[in-house]
Every structure is written in structure tokens, then in C-alpha cells.
């Protein structure tokens, strides 16, 4: 699955935007480097599909702690 380049936190250097609507909802800057794939790669993740539902998503163990 490929995932966002830049959180808005990252995009908008830390300052929040009133009315930002995010189209992604995970970014790498978001994710724990060391899970990652190198460069150019970085965006691509590794997902679980759920055939009921038909939504991918992402294992919560990608992400970084919360800051």
C-alpha cells in the first residue's frame, strides 16, 4: 500500500491547520524508520486485507510512539 510522504505535522512544520482535510492516513514520517523499505521505497508498506470488508490496513506496530 502506498502511504503519504509527509505528515501534516511535517508538512506544515508542526503548526496545525484549521480545516486540513488529510487524504492519507498514515505518512512515513509517522512510521517507525526501521520498518520501512530504503529509498525510493519508503512509501510502499507491507498490509493485511480483510476479504469481508474488502479494506487494507495497516499493523498498528509500524507506527511510532506517540510524541
Known sequence: MLIGAASPKKRFHGEEKSGYQRVDQL???????????????QQVVDVFYCGQCGAGFVSSSILQAAK
Open 27 to 41: 505518512a512515513v514520517d509517522e512510521c517507525r524508520p526501521e520498518l520501512l523499505k530504503e529509498p525510493p521505497l
